[in-house]
C-alpha cells in the first residue's frame, strides 16, 4: 500500500522549490512514486494499493499509475488514522504480509524488501524502516495489528518516536525487525545526498539538476 499525495504544482516538495524550482518539484514528486510503484511491482505483482490524498485526486492518480493498481482515498486522523483504514480496505481484498510505503526515498532498493521478508519469516510481527528526520519510509505487517494504530500520533512522527514505538510493540508482545534508516527526500541537503549516489535513477537526477 502506497501512502500517496497527488502532484499537484506548488503543493508538493515546498522545501525544494528554492532549489529547483515548482515544476522541477512536480516532476520529482511525481518520478519517486512512480520509483515506490515500481519497487511495490518487482516485489508483489499483484495486490498493490494507493491510499491517495486529496480524497477527490483518484483519476489522476489512476492515470500515473496504471490499469494494476487499486486506488482509493485516505482516510481517517493523523499517520496512524490513515495507515489503519488502509489497512482494513487492503487486507480485506488480499491474504498475506501487508507493506506499507511512502515514496520519498530516492531509490528504493531490491534488498529492502528482501529484507523486510526475512524478517517475517523469521516470525517478525512488524518490520520498521525509519527515516533519519523521525518518520518512517516503509512498515511491513505478518498480519493486521489495530491495537497498535490506536496509541496516539505520538509513535509515528517527532523526535523519540521510535522508542515510543518500540515501547508499545514491547507491550502488546510484538516482535519487531528493524531495517537500515534511510534518508527522504524533503530538503536540499537531502537532495545534495541523492545527487552523490551513482545508482541514482536518472530521473530522479535530472528532476534535482534543474535550476529554480
Known amino acids: 500500500m502506497v501512502m500517496a499525495r497527488a502532484p499537484r504544482r506548488g503543493d508538493v516538495r515546498p522545501a ?111 518490520v520498521l524502516g525509519p527515516t533519519f528526520e523521525s518518520g518512517y519510509y516503509l512498515l511491513a505487517m505478518a498480519r493486521p495489528l489495530p491495537g497498535l494504530f490506536t496509541r496516539g500520533e505520538q509513535l509515528w512522527r517527532g523526535p523519540g518516536s521510535l522508542m515510543r514505538l518500540f515501547e508499545a510493540t514491547d507491550e502488546l508482545g510484538l516482535k519487531v525487525g528493524l531495517l537500515q534508516g534511510q534518508r527522504a527526500l524533503h530538503r536540499p541537503a537531502d537532495a545534495r545526498a541523492a545527487l552523490a549516489d551513482p545508482l541514482l535513477p536518472d530521473a530522479i537526477a535530472r528532476a534535482l539538476r534543474r535550476q529554480a
Not at 62 to 84: K, Y
Open 16 to 126: 525544494l522549490e528554492t532549489m529547483i524550482g515548482a515544476d522541477a518539484c512536480l516532476a520529482l514528486h511525481a518520478t519517486l512514486f512512480l520509483e515506490a510503484l515500481r519497487w511495490a511491482r518487482s516485489l508483489s505483482p499483484r495486490g498493490i494499493f494507493v491510499a491517495h490524498e486529496p480524497a477527490h485526486t483518484g483519476r489522476e492518480l489512476h492515470r500515473l499509475s496504471g490499469d494494476d493498481v487499486t486506488i482509493f482515498p485516505q482516510n481517517g486522523e493523523g499517520i496512524a488514522g490513515r495507515v489503519a483504514d488502509g489497512l482494513v480496505r487492503v487486507t480485506a481484498h488480499s491474504a498475506g504480509p501487508v507493506f506499507v510505503v511512502w515514496p520519498d526515498l530516492p531509490r528504493f532498493s531490491t534488498r529492502v524488501g528482501t529484507a523486510a521478508l526475512d524478517d517475517l519469516a523469521a516470525g517478525a510481527d512488524l
